[in-house]
């Protein structure tokens, strides 16, 4: 397994990954993802009372550590991992969630030899001006304020050279921890690891390009032409790559800086309202919204209105899926419990759900909020209960669904934040009418029964031809049932190993009884006052047999 593992990946990446997560005590999990190999080299060089400090550490915390070491790559996953608050209690969500971007910043030559290579020219001859010191400097992409011939105020994203490569091993890396993870722990396959990490690539490969951010920004600016309250940076295309974006500078107050907030005397309730209303009209009306609205990419400008920046990690929802999320909000905030239960067991797919079960807590949960009024209701705090409900029924989110509870989240935080009386339900509860008012008009009703007799038309059709190839399959005899398992692959793997290991065992077994037996017989050549071709049995019996042991220790086995 290791000499497959050294053929695919940087051999000193893996040896770098495997040492920090020893030393955060994570080396047992090594061994049972098939890597044990990869640990005699770092083991040893790991100070014992290094080792003993992390170990006495909670997992989450340890977890945290090791992914801010193992580069933005694992931290960016930890991001993720963050918004799936279906699948980790509170302590690992919020240890996730301390996850940082902040890294020390590229020396601006570096980056300015990077700005060329993407202009096709100097910056100079694109820029009157360019700060050297960054206004920000994240794991992906640095960014400096500049000015350009023309005079206005813009900020430069440039990515950081050499990053893609690095986060390309990387992956390679996940992708192959998340097949070993399933294959070996069945525990954790609810988890989706395989389909947790493809996620993550796709998420991650969009990230990395800065022309695909600049799009994501005008869709949404596209969305919202029509509402003066949302102010999306213009980016200037002329010098925008998948490198580098430049994008109007966006003078305004972030709403992190609450006492700057209160020196321009801005009305904190009527932002936090407003940037509710935006961003849930993303969600429900577009299906496509900006997936990280924290408060240092939401900004206050002087009139009342709200800009975002940064859209690199957006969200989308199908039409579908917006159905099924506008059917879940409106029976929490109306108190349904049925349709909240419906709702679930079309999530949980073809999960071993006890329904019977599941319908029970959620009438108890309904029933915890029924009699609480709408001002004092926790909109949070509900879809909270529903992902510790989740959990509890071993059930998982869809991934987009996941980010979507996250960003509400997000917000609900950030509207308490500005304002204390904040509720995310009131905000809520007009766009979710509407939905559903939108959902069951008579012409919605006509375009999605037009749709589904179309297919079920096609299907009709198609059904004499699909059953006309069975029949021929079947009359030739090429029918078959072909079953792949990880498990018995894996298993049938180890069983070779072992089976190869016997046969060289006997075989050094026999080599040493035959020289034996030669070394009794009288004649022969002799070398050192003994037969020749018994001491040659005799050496290749050693050799074998070091072969043998060493083979055993690489591979784990002799732990």
């Known amino acids: 397994m290791w000499d497959t593992l050294i053929a695919s990946f940087d051999t000193a990446r893996v040896q770098t990954l495997a040492g920090i997560l020893v030393r955060h005590g994570f080396g047992d999990l090594l061994r049972r993802l098939g890597i044990a190999r990869a640990l005699h080299r770092v083991e040893g060089a790991v100070p014992v009372e290094r080792l003993e400090h992390w ?9 945290r550590h090791a992914l801010e070491e193992m580069g933005p790559c694992f931290v960016k996953l930890g991001q993720l991992l963050a918004t799936r608050v279906d699948l980790f209690p509170p302590e690992w969500i919020a240890e ?4 940082q971007n902040a890294v020390p910043p590229v020396p601006f030559e570096i980056l300015r030899q990077e700005m060329q290579e993407a202009l096709g020219q100097a910056p100079e001859a694109a820029f009157l001006s360019i700060d050297a010191a960054p206004l920000a400097a994240a794991s992906i992409a640095q960014v400096h304020r500049a000015r350009l011939a023309d005079g206005r105020e813009v900020v430069i994203k440039v990515r950081r050279p050499g990053i893609r490569p690095l986060v390309e091993a990387d992956m390679r890396l996940l992708q192959y921890a998340a097949r070993r993870i399933e294959a070996r722990f069945p525990e954790l396959r609810r988890f989706h690891p395989v389909g947790m990490v493809r996620q993550f ?5 969009q990230e990395l390009d800065l022309a695909a951010e600049c799009r994501n920004a005008e869709r949404i600016a596209a969305g919202f032409s029509d509402d003066p309250r ?5 980016v200037h295309w002329s010098c925008t790559s998948e490198r580098m974006n430049v994008q109007d500078y966006v003078d305004g107050i972030a709403l992190a800086d609450l006492a700057g907030l209160e020196r321009a005397g801005v009305d904190r309730a ?3 309202r407003t940037g509710a209303q935006l961003v849930l009209k993303m969600m429900l009306r577009d299906g496509f919204f900006h997936a990280d609205p924290h408060s240092g990419n939401v900004f206050a400008l002087a009139d009342s209105r709200i800009a975002l920046i940064d859209f690199g990690m957006v969200g989308r929802l199908s039409q579908a899926r917006r159905g099924e999320v506008v059917q879940l909000l409106f029976g929490l905030v109306e108190r349904d419990a049925e349709r909240v239960c419906a709702v679930l067991l079309d999530w949980a797919g073809e999960a071993d759900v006890d329904t019977a079960e599941l319908a029970t807590d959620v009438d ?7 009699s609480v009024p709408l001002a004092q209701l926790d909109l949070a705090r509900m879809l909270l209960d529903v992902t510790v409900l989740l959990r509890q ?7 987009d669904l996941a980010l979507l509870i996250k960003v509400c989240l997000t917000l609900d935080g950030l509207g308490r934040r500005l304002d204390p009386a904040f509720d995310m339900a009131t905000q809520a509860r007009p766009f979710l009418r509407r939905a559903m008012i939108e959902r069951y008009r008579p012409a919605t009703l006509a375009r999605r029964g037009m749709t589904a007799l179309a297919d079920f038309s096609e299907l009709i059709v198609a059904v004499p031809q699909e059953l006309r190839r069975l029949l021929r399959t079947l009359r030739g005899g090429k029918a078959g049932l072909r079953m792949q398992v990880e498990e018995l692959r894996d298993f049938s793997r180890d069983v070779s190993h072992s089976a190869n290991r016997l ?5 050094i077994a026999a080599l040493i009884v035959g020289s034996s037996i030669t070394m009794t017989v009288k004649g022969g050549p002799t070398l050192l006052g003994l037969p020749f071709f018994g001491l040659l049995g005799f050496v290749g019996a050693s050799l074998a047999g070091v072969w043998l042991l060493w083979s055993i220790f690489r591979s784990g086995g002799g732990r």
Do not use: E, K
Not at 55 to 63: F, H, L
Not at 201 to 205: A, D, T
Not at 503 to 507: H, P, T
């Open 270 to 272: 009527a932002i936090a």
């Open 55 to 63: 170990i006495s550490q909670p997992a989450p915390v340890r977890v």
């Open 393 to 399: 029924h071993r059930l998982a989110l869809p991934a």
């Open 230 to 234: 949302l102010i999306v940076p213009a």
């Open 96 to 99: 996730f969630s301390r996850l």
């Open 364 to 370: 108890a949960f309904i029933d915890r909020y029924h």
């Open 503 to 507: 046969a060289g065992s006997l075989v």
């Open 201 to 205: 690539r796709n998420s991650l490969m």
